[in-house]
């Protein structure tokens, strides 16, 4: 359990990982993930068009209805759980590049999504309750799920570390 | 006799080495409740805090957060008026909305605790000094923010995700670490495990 987070590891990692998001990463990152929720998406019969990836925004298209994701605030989890991921202690290399390719994967998947929200949205905005569920639902993914998903795929991979049976038999 | 010693210092030690398909087994059930329950309360935690969002309840946080946020900044010599939540500098401004709350990150932390196997003496504590802390690191986020709009624009972005997205995922994982070693005896070399 020592040592388990090393905050001056987070910051050493976070930072250039941040740096190199803003200035590299983030625009081929939003257009891959934006993408790959098309092609989801066509995979059930629906058509979105990715019309545009911006200043981390995406422009849809979808069955007449166009909207702006500022995605970047959302993709931008993967650089929080890749530095939560470098600055776990106590793992060997291969386990951390484990949990880098296989986490950053379902990350990325948590974030195809959180996109998947916006065509509840345009299929529920007609009516004022289905948008209530619509906003609720895309505030769920992409708001909460920014920090959920990063904290809960890291927390996985570190169960073994949680005193998990030692808390319950201190509790008995 | 100095081999006799080694050779019984070795056995005690074989003795003490866990065995690693043993302890899994033995633990999955609880790894699956906890992560199941973690799961679960942060759904349960956001339905209260949405419903409290769309019938308005919430807009008193945010106002607290825009006060706070704006008495600090005055102290630390930045001119600031605010009008309900909108806090207007000399140069730009800033509208404190529910997501600058911290409140995503207040239901990680507490759905983390809620799910953690201990007494419900320790997950109050626990919850009413994280909640607190996180309150405060928040409002030190928007202070900052506020710095940063009100001496240079252009950087607010890249403050406002870099605090606000990335910093406050290890703030969470410290405090929860921090809470977790309060409230756990500590692990004899028996059980440690790894990931």
Same mark, same amino acid.
């Given at each position: ?15 250039? &990982? ?26 059930? %019969? ?9 200043? +981390? ?14 995605? %970047? ?30 986490? %950053? &994967? ?36 992409? +708001?909460? %799920? ?19 049976? /030692?808390? /319950?038999?201190?509790?008995? | ?7 019984? *210092? ?52 945010? $106002?607290?957060?825009?006060?706070? *946020?704006?008495?600090? $900044? ?23 909305? *529910? ?25 109050? =504590? ?24 009100? =001496? ?11 605090? =606000? ?8 994982? $410290? ?12 692990? *004899? ?7």
């Amino acid at each position: 359990m020592t040592r388990l987070v090393r905050p001056w590891h987070f910051l050493a990692a976070s930072i250039p &990982l941040f740096l190199l998001w803003e200035f590299a990463v983030r625009q081929p990152w939003l257009t891959f993930v934006a993408h790959l929720f098309a092609t989801t998406a066509l995979v059930f %019969g629906l058509q979105v068009d990715v019309l545009a990836v911006a200043d +981390g925004s995406i422009r849809f298209a979808y069955a007449g209805a166009e909207w702006t994701d500022r995605f %970047g605030l959302t993709g931008i989890n993967i650089v929080a759980f890749f530095s939560l991921v470098l600055a776990t202690g106590g793992v060997t290399r291969a386990q951390r590049g484990r949990m880098l390719l296989l986490g %950053g &994967l379902v990350v990325l998947g948590t974030q195809v999504l959180g996109l998947w929200s916006d065509i509840v949205h345009v299929h529920l905005s007609s009516t004022r309750a289905g948008a209530a569920f619509a906003n609720g639902l895309r505030a769920l993914l992409t +708001g909460l %799920g920014t920090f959920l998903f990063p904290f809960l795929v890291w927390l996985y991979f570190v169960r073994r570390r949680l005193p998990l049976p /030692r808390a /319950r038999r201190k509790r008995s | 006799m100095s081999h006799h010693r080694k050779k019984r *210092s070795r056995s005690v030690r074989k003795r003490a080495r866990p065995d690693p398909a043993a302890w899994k087994k033995a633990d999955r059930p609880a790894i699956r409740r906890y992560l199941l329950v973690f799961a679960g309360a942060a759904a349960g935690l956001f339905g209260v805090y949405w419903t409290a969002e769309v019938t308005g309840k919430f807009q008193h946080v945010n $106002l607290l957060n825009a006060a706070l *946020s704006g008495a600090v $900044l005055r102290a630390c010599g930045f001119p600031t008026e605010r009008t309900g939540t909108v806090l207007q500098f000399e140069r730009g401004g800033m509208e404190i909305i *529910s997501e600058c709350s911290g409140v995503y990150v207040a239901i990680l932390f507490a759905a983390a605790v809620l799910a953690f196997p201990t007494s419900w003496r320790a997950r109050g =504590w626990g919850l009413a000094l994280g909640l607190v802390a996180l309150f405060a690191v928040n409002v030190v986020r928007l202070v900052t923010v506020g710095m940063v709009i009100a =001496w240079r624009e252009s950087l607010f972005p890249l403050v406002h995700e870099y605090l =606000w997205q990335i910093l406050f995922v290890l703030v969470v994982a $410290l405090l929860y670490v921090a809470w977790i070693e309060k409230t756990t005896p500590r692990a *004899s070399p028996a059980e440690e495990g790894s990931p």
